[in-house]
């Protein structure tokens, strides 16, 4: 069964290993399958700046292997929206203790036709509602609106759409709410948490071995 790590720099030293295989497939995923080449690095790694001791995982790990995640960052700190895309927000960068940026979501390729996704997604929405944090901004692709949509996000258009790689995108803002988290439970099946807490992992699954560069 898939369940939902969350990493914070308290028990970073607990997923050194999971952790690398995360970048390494964010390298896989924004680099090679989507032809981010901005983003391309020799090691084989997609990493930023932003993946510092302020920035928050969510990994999904399935017998003892991530097969997806996502990054949650404070936005009262320089952050992608503000630093990189700003003109994407012309009406002012949300910024306050309870507003995160949501980045870097990926599940890997053979789980996109389960529920990896819907358990990711409530995971984020879980995540928040118990952090007190109420609002997420994200840019993404154009194609993620009506799936947010779908699964009962309520979401907000920062701006307008803007072509980055080739592909229309925009900066958007999510609310977190019950309601959001109950309609996505409802589509991937679930009756309560996916999260897990500082649970010490097995010796496998801190052994994760790295995908290929």
Known sequence: MTTIHVITKDNLSLYEHPLEEYFR?????????????????????????????????????????????????????????????????????????????????????????????????????????EEGITELTAVVEMWWLPRWQQTGFKVKPLGLPTTIEGQPCIAASITVSPESLEQVRRIAGLRGSVLERNTPLSPAIRRVPHVAA
């Open 25 to 129: 497939l964010r390298h896989e995923v924004f680099v090679r399958e989507r032809g981010w080449q901005g983003l391309h690095r020799p090691d084989g790694r997609e990493i930023d700046a932003y993946d510092n001791s302020n920035a928050i995982y969510l990994l999904a790990i399935e017998q003892d292997r991530v097969v997806g995640g996502q990054r949650l960052y404070p936005t009262v700190l320089p952050h992608m929206l503000s630093d990189v895309f700003g003109h994407m927000a012309p009406r002012g960068i949300l910024r306050a203790d309870r507003v995160f940026e949501w980045t870097r979501y990926f599940v890997v390729k053979e789980r996109r036709m389960g529920r990896t996704d819907c358990r990711l997604l409530a995971a984020v929405q879980e995540y928040c509602l």
